[in-house]
């Protein structure tokens, strides 16, 4: 179905952004600032609206043309692009952006035409249907999965390969003892933060892993004359 993989509903949004040739900085130059400004972990806005699986706002200046034989086309307007992906109901999470981050979203769509703003939030919803353009094909990672049991797989996942790297040449003796050390701490683990990588989210592992490859240095080199 248009915008929906399972559970997941993908929503894309274009913009017009304003043109004043007598501005000190033109729009779509302080929406570039403002995005540049925003941070990509946990302090994210569209971390903080919780439902969302992935969220990217970009610039498009116009769009590319590809030579013969499509036709060379031109966009009357920059438009500010908005894409993700969330659980639940587009009015649902609409609201949520308006009513949880009202700040950061007021501060990139007030340079785009016919934006009423945040504080009626009857009027936002109308204002970002309309620019809204259906989502027919796009990735979803999972379809049937909140973004919390998402990030919990995610976690279990980085754990037990964390473990199978720890534990490499124990008895088995040994390997059952860490194993129910293990369980036990991934249950009383606590459940993951949207956009941390760790402290609660699934953790960056750097494996110092020995894998069964020729070792290069120790490789005789032949000659055809050997």
Same mark, same amino acid.
């Given at each position: 179905?248009?915008?929906?993989?399972? *559970?997941?509903?993908?929503?894309?949004?274009?913009?017009?952004?304003?043109? *004043?040739?007598?501005?000190?900085?033109?729009?779509?130059?302080?929406?570039?600032?403002?995005?540049?400004? &925003?941070?990509?972990?946990?302090?994210?806005?569209?971390?903080?609206?919780?439902?969302?699986?992935?969220?990217?706002?970009?610039?498009?200046?116009?769009?590319? %043309?590809? #030579?013969?034989?499509?036709?060379?086309?031109?966009?009357?307007?920059?438009?500010?692009?908005?894409?993700?992906?969330? *659980? #639940?109901? &587009? $009015?649902? %999470? &609409?609201?949520?952006?308006?009513?949880?981050?009202?700040?950061?979203?007021?501060?990139?769509?007030?340079?785009?035409? #016919?934006?009423?703003?945040?504080? *009626?939030?009857?009027?936002?919803?109308?204002?970002? +249907?309309?620019?809204?353009?259906?989502?027919?094909? %796009?990735?979803? $990672?999972?379809?049937?999965?909140?973004?919390?049991?998402?990030? @919990?797989?995610?976690?279990?996942?980085?754990?037990?390969?964390?473990?199978?790297?720890?534990?490499?040449?124990?008895?088995?003796?040994?390997?059952?003892?860490?194993?129910?050390?293990?369980? +036990?701490?991934?249950?009383?683990?606590?459940?993951?933060?949207? #956009?941390?990588?760790?402290?609660?989210?699934?953790?960056?592992?750097?494996?110092?892993?020995?894998?069964?490859?020729? $070792?290069?240095?120790? @490789?005789?080199?032949?000659?055809?004359?050997?």
């Amino acid at each position: 179905m248009a915008n929906r993989s399972g *559970d997941v509903y993908g929503l894309t949004i274009l913009s017009p952004i304003l043109q *004043d040739l007598t501005a000190e900085t033109s729009h779509n130059c302080a929406i570039r600032m403002k995005l540049a400004s &925003l941070p990509g972990d946990e302090s994210s806005p569209f971390a903080k609206v919780s439902s969302t699986h992935m969220a990217r706002l970009v610039v498009m200046d116009d769009v590319v %043309y590809v #030579g013969m034989p499509s036709c060379e086309e031109h966009l009357k307007s920059q438009y500010l692009v908005f894409e993700t992906n969330f *659980d #639940g109901e &587009l $009015d649902e %999470y &609409l609201t949520r952006m308006a009513c949880e981050i009202p700040a950061d979203v007021d501060a990139l769509w007030k340079h785009c035409w #016919g934006y009423p703003g945040t504080k *009626d939030v009857a009027a936002f919803i109308a204002y970002m +249907k309309k620019c809204q353009i259906t989502t027919t094909f %796009y990735f979803a $990672d999972v379809n049937n999965h909140t973004v919390q049991e998402t990030l @919990t797989a995610l976690q279990t996942q980085a754990a037990v390969a964390e473990f199978i790297e720890k534990n490499q040449g124990k008895t088995a003796v040994e390997l059952q003892a860490a194993f129910a050390h293990f369980l +036990k701490k991934l249950h009383e683990a606590p459940p993951p933060v949207p #956009g941390r990588p760790e402290k609660g989210g699934p953790p960056r592992i750097e494996t110092n892993m020995k894998w069964a490859t020729r $070792d290069a240095a120790n @490789t005789k080199r032949v000659t055809p004359n050997e």
